[in-house]
C-alpha cells in the first residue's frame, strides 16, 4: 500500500473472489454454480463503480505486482484453510498460524524495527487501537473466516472479499465524513445484489427460484 494509490488497491484486492474459482477447481475440485458466476460480475461491476470515481494516481508498477501476489497469498491461504478444516477446530488452525507468524516476523523485528522500537513513547490510546486490531482484525476475523470456509466453501466465502470497499466506504462517510455521492450507493447496491444472487444456492427457501433459473438452460 506504500507504492500503490488506495483505490487501485481496492480494486486489485476485489479480484479475489474472480481468481479463487480457478485455483479452487484446480486444487480442491471445488465447482461454481451459475449462481456464483453471475454473482462475481455483478459484485465486481459494483466494486468498480465505489472505487473508480476516486484518484488513481500515485501507482507504481511495484505496487501493482505486489497487491497482486497478495491476491494470490489469500487465495492461497483459502485454499491451505479449506483442506484443515475438516480436521482441525477454526481456534486451533488459528492458534497455529499466529503462532507460526510470530516465529517468522521476529527475526525481521530484531533485525530492522527493535532500534525504532524501544526508542518511542507509545501512549495508551495507540497500544489499545494495536490490541484491538490484533483481536477484531487478526483472531477474530481468521477464526470466522475458517470457519465460514468449512460451512459455504472457499468460492463462496471469498465472494464476502467485495464487501471490503462497501464496509470502507459507509464507515468513512459516518466516522470521516467524507463523500457520499450516488455512484458509491449504486454501487454498493449493485456489489450486495451480486453477493446475494451468489448465496441463492444456500438459502434453502430460494430452491423454487434455483429450479426456475436451471429450466432455462
Do not use: C
Not at 18 to 40: M, N, Q, S, Y
Not at 48 to 69: H, P, Y
Not at 70 to 93: P, Q
Request: hydrophobic share 55%; no cysteine.
Amino acid at each position: 500500500m506504500q507504492y500503490v494509490n488506495a483505490s487501485l488497491g481496492s480494486i486489485i484486492i476485489s479480484t479475489i473472489p474472480l481468481v479463487t474459482p480457478i485455483f479452487a477447481f484446480l486444487f480442491l475440485k471445488e465447482e461454481i454454480t451459475k449462481f456464483g458466476i453471475i454473482g462475481l460480475v455483478v459484485s465486481f461491476l459494483g466494486v468498480l463503480l465505489i472505487v473508480l470515481g476516486e484518484s488513481m494516481t500515485n501507482s507504481s508498477l511495484k505496487g501493482i505486482l505486489l497487491m497482486f501476489f497478495a491476491v494470490l497469498s489469500a487465495v492461497g491461504y483459502g485454499i491451505v484453510v479449506r483442506n484443515l478444516a475438516d480436521r482441525y477446530s477454526s481456534i486451533t488452525i488459528v492458534k497455529w498460524q499466529s503462532f507460526i507468524g510470530m516465529l517468522l516476523f521476529l527475526p525481521l523485528f530484531v533485525t530492522y524495527e527493535l532500534r525504532d522500537f524501544v526508542q518511542v513513547n507509545y501512549s495508551w490510546e495507540a497500544s489499545f487501537t494495536i490490541l484491538k486490531l490484533a483481536f477484531f482484525g487478526s483472531v477474530l476475523a481468521f477464526i470466522m473466516m475458517t470457519k465460514v470456509v468449512r460451512g459455504i466453501g472457499l468460492n463462496s466465502a471469498n465472494m464476502f472479499t467485495n464487501l471490503i470497499p462497501v464496509i470502507t466506504s459507509l464507515l468513512s462517510y459516518f466516522i470521516l465524513k467524507e463523500i457520499f455521492g450516488m455512484q458509491k450507493i449504486i454501487g454498493i447496491g449493485i456489489v450486495i445484489l451480486g453477493l446475494f444472487i451468489s448465496q441463492i444456492p444456500h438459502i434453502i427457501w430460494h430452491e423454487k427460484i434455483v429450479k426456475i433459473f436451471n429450466g432455462f438452460y
